[in-house]
C-alpha cells in the first residue's frame, strides 16, 4: 500500500511521467514440488534446481549462460575455499546493514502523506523498509535451518524469540497505542512464561492496553480439556487468521483501486478495471485463489459451515501433507493424532484432525465478533 502511495506521490510530483501503463500479468503457477519450497523458504534449493534445469538444456540464451557462469564460480570458490567466502558474506552482511541504519539516521527516505486538511494520513521510512523485509527473509531462514536440525539453529531460536518478546514486554507497556493496529486483530501477543503458571509479565495489563485480539473472530477462545483440542485449536486459529488477512487485503485493495480511479494521474490506467482485474495482476496465482475464495464468505458466526467446507478444511488437508512429509512441522500435534487414535495411520490420524478441528471451529464462531475491516 505505502509503495502504491508513494507512487503515486511520485506522479503528483512528476506530471509528465503519468502516462497510462500496460499491467503485467502474474507469474505462471508452478510445479507442486516448487510450490512447497517456496513455501518452505527454501529459496537456495529453488536456485539449485533452476540452475540444474539451465545445465540441462541444449539451447540457452546469452543471460542463463551468465547465470550458469555465476553459480559455478561462487560453488568454485566454496569448494577451493570456503572461509574466504564467509569472511566476504560477514563484510556484506555488515556492510549492508551499516549503511542501512546510516540511511535510517539520516531521514533522507521519510516519506509522509498529508490529507487535505493539513492533517498526517500516514508515514514511512523506506530505508528501514529495507531492513524490515532483510530481518523477516533472515528470521524466516532461521525457523527453516532449525527445523533442518542446523547446529546451534534451535538454541538461536530460543534466545532471538525470548530477546524479542523482552522488548515487546517493555515497549508495549510504554507505548501501547502504537501496538494496537497488529495486537486487535491477532488472538495471542508475545509473552514470557516461567516454570511458576503464576508469573505473567504483566500479561493480562498489557493486552487490555493494546486491545488483543478486539477484531478477532476467535479473541475469546478458552483453554480445552484435553490437549489435542488445544493444539487443534492453535491450528484452526492460524487458519482463521490467515482467511482474515485475505479478507482484509481484498478490501484495501478495493479501497486502493477506488483511489486510483479517482485521481487524474492514474484514472487513465485503471479506468473499467473491475477489482477482481485488479487482484488477478497484482498477486501471484495461489494468493488470488486464496484471496477471492475468502472474500467470498460469509460472515463466520452466521455460516461457519461454510468456511469449513470452502477454506478451512481445505487449507487444513494441505497442512496435514506438510505435516505427513515433515512431522517436525507441528511435531507435538503429530504425536498427539498418533496417542489418540487406534493405529495412527494416515487415515485415521487425518480424521481425528478434522473432526477436533471442525468442533473448534464451530466452539469459536459461537464466540465469535462480527468483523470490523476498519
Not at 516448487?34 to 527454501?42: G, I, K, M, S, T
Not at 484471496?291 to 496435514?320: G, Y
Request: glycine share 4%; proline share 5%.
Amino acid at each position: 500500500m505505502r509503495a502504491q502511495i508513494r507512487d503515486f506521490m511520485n506522479t503528483r510530483s512528476n506530471p509528465k511521467k503519468a502516462k497510462p501503463r500496460k499491467l503485467l500479468g502474474p507469474p505462471p503457477k508452478q510445479p507442486p514440488e516448487v510450490e512447497a519450497l517456496w513455501e518452505a523458504n527454501d529459496f537456495e534449493e529453488l536456485h539449485y534446481r533452476t540452475m540444474d534445469g539451465l545445465r540441462a538444456r541444449k539451447k540457452r540464451t546469452a543471460e542463463q549462460n551468465a547465470l550458469l557462469v555465476e553459480h559455478d564460480a561462487i560453488e568454485s570458490r566454496i569448494n577451493d575455499d570456503p572461509e574466504e567466502v564467509m569472511r566476504d558474506a560477514y563484510q556484506a552482511i555488515d556492510l549492508g546493514t551499516t549503511l542501512l541504519m546510516r540511511l535510517i539516521r539520516s531521514r533522507k527516505l521519510k516519506r509522509q502523506v498529508f490529507a487535505t486538511d493539513g492533517s498526517l494520513h500516514s508515514e514511512w521510512d523506506e530505508a528501514f523498509q529495507c531492513l524490515e523485509s532483510r530481518l523477516n527473509y533472515l528470521n524466516r531462514q532461521l525457523v527453516r535451518l532449525a527445523e533442518q536440525g542446523v547446529p546451534e539453529a534451535r538454541n538461536l531460536v530460543f534466545y532471538q524469540a525470548k530477546l524479542l518478546t523482552k522488548a515487546f514486554i517493555r515497549l508495549a507497556q510504554a507505548y501501547p497505542a502504537d501496538f494496537i493496529s497488529p495486537a486487535e486483530s491477532a488472538l495471542t501477543m508475545p509473552s514470557l512464561r516461567a516454570a511458576n503458571p503464576g508469573y505473567t509479565a504483566d500479561a493480562k495489563a498489557i493486552a487490555t492496553a493494546i486491545h488483543l485480539a478486539e477484531k478477532h473472530p476467535a479473541g475469546r477462545m478458552t483453554d480445552d480439556k484435553e490437549r489435542i483440542g488445544e493444539l487443534c485449536g492453535s491450528l484452526v486459529v492460524e487458519i482463521l487468521e490467515s482467511i482474515m488477512r485475505a479478507r482484509r487485503e481484498y478490501r484495501t485493495d478495493e479501497e486502493t483501486l477506488k483511489m486510483f480511479q479517482n485521481f487524474h494521474e492514474t484514472e487513465a490506467t485503471y479506468r473499467g478495471m473491475t477489482l477482481e482485474e485488479y487482484l488477478r495482476n497484482n498477486l501471484y496465482p495461489t494468493k488470488y485463489d486464496h484471496v477471492m475464495a475468502c472474500a467470498a464468505l460469509p460472515e463466520l458466526r452466521e455460516n461457519p459451515a461454510a468456511w469449513w467446507r470452502q477454506r478451512v478444511k481445505p487449507m487444513l488437508r494441505e497442512e496435514f501433507d506438510r505435516l505427513k512429509k515433515n512431522p517436525v512441522l507441528n511435531a507435538a500435534l503429530w504425536a498427539e493424532l498418533g496417542r489418540s487414535t487406534d493405529h495412527g495411520t494416515e487415515g485415521a490420524r487425518w480424521k481425528a484432525l478434522s473432526d477436533n478441528c471442525r468442533n473448534k471451529l464451530n466452539q469459536l464462531a459461537r464466540r465469535a465478533i462480527p468483523e470490523r475491516f476498519e
